[in-house]
C-alpha cells in the first residue's frame, strides 16, 4: 500500500513538472510574440515618422521654394513695369492733404468737365504723340522728382496711366513711387465731389498787385493785362491794352477753355499777368488756375486788388 502512495507520488510530480513545463513554454512563446509584434509596431511607427518627415520637410521645401520664387517673380516684375494702385477715394484725400502729387493724364476736353481739387496735370493723351510724352518727362523732372508718391489718374485706370507710368519712370521717378487711381476719371465719377469744376478754391498761394501799382503798369510792355469779366461789362469800360476772356460763370468748362485757349495762343507765359475781374475773387483765382494748366508760373500771375470796384480803377476805364 505504501508503495502505490509513494508511486502516485511521483506520478503526481512528474505530471506537475511537465504541467509547468508546458506552463513555462507558453508564458515563452506569449512574450516572444508580444516582442516581435511591439518590435514590428515600433519599426511601423518609426516608418511612419520617417516617411511624414520625408513628406514635412518636402513639402516645407516646396513652399518655400514656391514663395522664394513668388517674391523673385514680383520684383522681377516690378522692376519691368509692374503697376501699383490706389483707390479714387485716396487720391482725392491726397490731393487735398498734399501726402502725394495727384497726377491728370487726360486730354483737356475731358479734364476741364470734372477734375480732382488741387491735382496736378500733364496730358499723355493721343498717346501716339510723342511731343506730349517728352514735355511729361520734362515736367516730371521739374515737378515730380521730390520723393513723393505719384497718383495718375487717366480715364479708365488702363492705357493712359500705363504709357505714363513708363514716361515717368524714364525720367527718372523711382518706379515705386507710382501708383495708377485704379478705374480712373470714371471710377472717381462714382465718388461723390471727387470730380469738380470750381478752380476759386485751390490751394495756391495767391499773388495780389495794388490797383496804383497796376495802373502804373498800364500801356507798357513788360506787363499783360487780363479781364475776366463778362463781354457786356468789359465793353462798357476796361483798363486801356487789356486783353479779356469771360469767367463769369467760373464753374463753366466751356469758358474755362476758351481761356486757356487765349493763354495759349494769345500769351507770353514769360511776363507777368495782372488779372482784373470784379471784385479781386474768385473769377481771377479761376484764371489764375487755368493759367497754372496753360504752363504759366503762377509766381508771375497777380490779381488786381478789389478788382474792378476800385475807384482809380474804374476812372481810368477807356471803352474803345
Excluded at 497718383?151 to 500705363?162: D, Q
Excluded at 476758351?258 to 470784379?278: H, I, N, Q, R
Aim: aromatic share 6%; net charge negative.
Amino acid at each position: 500500500m505504501k508503495k502505490k502512495f509513494v508511486t502516485l507520488g511521483i506520478m503526481m510530480a512528474l505530471s506537475m513538472t511537465v504541467a509547468a513545463g508546458c506552463g513555462q513554454k507558453a508564458g515563452n512563446e506569449t512574450t516572444a510574440q508580444e516582442t516581435a509584434e511591439s518590435t514590428a509596431a515600433d519599426t511601423a511607427a518609426a516608418d511612419t515618422a520617417a516617411a511624414d518627415s520625408t513628406v514635412e520637410d518636402t513639402t516645407a521645401a516646396d513652399t518655400t521654394g514656391a514663395d522664394g520664387a513668388a517674391s523673385e517673380t514680383a520684383a522681377a516684375a516690378q522692376s519691368d513695369g509692374s503697376y501699383q494702385y490706389v483707390s479714387p477715394k485716396e487720391a482725392v484725400a491726397a490731393a487735398k492733404d498734399k501726402s502725394a502729387h495727384v497726377l491728370d493724364v487726360r486730354e483737356w476736353d475731358n479734364y476741364v468737365k470734372g477734375r480732382v481739387a488741387d491735382s496736378m496735370w500733364c496730358p499723355i493723351f493721343p498717346l501716339e504723340d510723342d511731343s506730349l510724352a517728352e514735355a511729361m518727362g520734362t515736367y516730371a523732372k521739374e515737378n515730380l522728382s521730390y520723393g513723393q508718391k505719384i497718383y495718375i489718374i487717366c480715364n479708365s485706370g488702363k492705357r493712359g496711366a500705363e504709357k505714363a507710368t513708363g514716361v515717368l519712370k524714364e525720367a527718372g521717378i523711382d518706379g515705386s513711387l507710382i501708383y495708377t487711381v485704379e478705374g480712373g476719371a470714371k471710377a472717381l465719377e462714382s465718388e461723390k465731389g471727387a470730380l469738380a469744376t470750381n478752380r476759386a478754391d485751390e490751394d495756391i498761394d495767391w499773388k495780389t498787385v495794388a490797383a496804383a501799382d497796376a495802373l502804373k503798369a498800364v500801356g507798357g510792355s513788360d506787363i499783360q493785362i487780363l479781364d475776366v469779366r463778362d463781354n457786356d461789362t468789359y465793353a462798357k469800360g476796361h483798363l486801356k491794352g487789356s486783353i479779356q476772356s469771360s469767367l463769369k460763370e467760373i464753374e463753366d468748362p466751356a469758358a474755362q477753355t476758351a481761356m486757356y485757349k487765349m493763354a495759349k495762343e494769345e500769351m507770353d507765359p514769360s511776363k507777368p499777368v495782372y488779372l482784373l475781374c470784379y471784385s479781386g475773387n474768385k473769377c481771377a483765382k479761376t484764371g489764375i488756375s487755368v493759367m497754372k494748366d496753360a504752363g504759366f508760373d503762377v509766381d508771375n500771375l497777380f490779381i488786381i486788388e478789389n478788382g474792378a470796384k476800385d475807384k482809380d480803377i474804374q476812372a481810368a476805364f477807356v471803352t474803345e
